[in-house]
């Protein structure tokens, strides 16, 4: 058997990132601004994204390449129809070891997460930027109470989705006091807290370094109350550093790819719900695999590896104000779009 692709970094195949839908019940305003996306936003058609086949065909391709891991995302996945067929075909390939799904939590019912469950997810992660229930409904944009999203979050537990990881994105000036409040929420719970530093996605969310609370400035923070200490990673292209309370309540996780990169462990490939292909999350150009997938199926396991090959991407190394102002020479692909 011919041996998995490396990239021209050395860096193997590992994950494949699957957005579903580029449109989403909320309007986070550092992801999907209502000035951008609004009623004048032209979504993609039907037609133009890829059946629940075509996605599993094109996976199966990466997976032939050394993908294991497999997440779904968006844009908001639960609002895509009958998700969980997607999700039975894709538990059911033979080598993936991993198959999770990131969402909002909105949609995440009883029935739902039970559904979800019986159709071969492993796990779940639910973002949740606020405890603060006015602070939360502005920054969802479409005034989304806190609770709904924990009874989300309490569901899929119920169904043993868990250990389930809640995202929250930090971003100075709008969440950042309540960094220790969220710490604290889920401190001795099974739930695992992980910030993500604002990050510099696309090219309508604003982004200013400044506007960035780093890493060290979260554990930090969390550190004066309740002391950390840092543990190791479970595998090699975890982007999560991993730290836990001195006194025992649990671990949480920080995910710096602003102030500490971590291109060199970067193992990710992403899916747009249109089929195009991406090998880094701040790529300006995908690749098509939609034509490939509908026109000439037999050779998508070779065109995975080619690609993959040629990948030379490090972005977040890179970043620089200059970098930033790569997107006056082409935008750069959406959160909303490529799924994170
Ligand atoms: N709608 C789902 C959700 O919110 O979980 C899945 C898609 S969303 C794009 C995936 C993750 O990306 C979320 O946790 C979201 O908070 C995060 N995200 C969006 N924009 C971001 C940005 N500019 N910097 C860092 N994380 C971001
Ligand atoms: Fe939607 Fe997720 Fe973006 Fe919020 S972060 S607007 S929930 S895709
Ligand atoms: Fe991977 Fe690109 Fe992020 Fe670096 S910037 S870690 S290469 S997705």
């Known amino acids: 058997m011919e041996s998995h692709p490396v990239d021209t970094r050395g860096r193997g195949l590992r994950d494949l990132r699957i957005s579903v839908t580029d449109r989403c019940n909320f309007r986070c305003v550092y992801c999907m601004p209502k000035s951008v996306f609004g009623a004048a936003y032209r979504f993609l058609d ?73 159709a071969g997810l492993t796990r779940i992660t639910v973002s949740l930027d606020s405890l603060d229930d006015a602070l939360f409904k502005q920054i969802n944009d479409v005034k989304f109470p806190v609770e709904q999203v924990l009874e989300g979050i309490a569901n899929a537990a119920a169904v043993g989705l868990g250990p389930i990881k809640v995202n929250m994105v930090v971003k100075r000036g709008m969440n950042e006091h309540e960094v220790v409040p969220m710490a604290e929420r889920f401190r001795g719970t099974p739930h695992i807290l992980r910030f993500i530093e604002f990050m510099d996605v696309g090219t309508t969310n604003g982004w200013r370094l400044e506007d960035v609370m780093s890493a060290s400035e979260i554990i930090n923070a969390i550190n004066a109350v309740h002391p950390l200490e840092p543990i190791g990673a479970n595998y090699q292209s975890e982007v999560a550093k991993r730290w836990r309370y001195r006194d025992g309540a649990g671990e949480l996780g920080v995910i710096s790819s602003v102030s500490q990169p971590f291109c060199g462990a970067c193992t990710r490939a992403r899916l747009s719900a249109e089929g195009q292909v991406y090998t880094c999350l701040f790529a300006q150009s995908g690749h098509d695999f939609r034509t490939l997938v509908r026109d000439d199926p037999a050779r998508l396991t070779a065109a995975v590896a080619r690609l993959w090959r040629a990948r030379d991407d490090r972005y977040s190394e890179i970043r620089t104000f200059e970098t930033h102002r790569l997107v006056e020479f082409g935008p750069k692909i959406e959160m909303s779009y490529i799924g994170g």
């Open 46 to 118: 039907r037609k133009e994204l890829l059946t629940f086949e075509e996605i599993a065909h094109i996976a199966r391709a990466f997976v032939a390449n050394g993908v294991s891991k497999l997440r779904i995302t968006g844009g908001e996945p639960l609002v895509r129809r009958q998700i969980e067929h997607l999700i039975a075909s894709l538990a059911s390939i033979e080598g993936v070891t991993d198959l999770s799904l990131t969402t909002n939590g909105a949609l995440l019912t009883a029935k739902r997460a039970a559904a979800l469950k019986a």
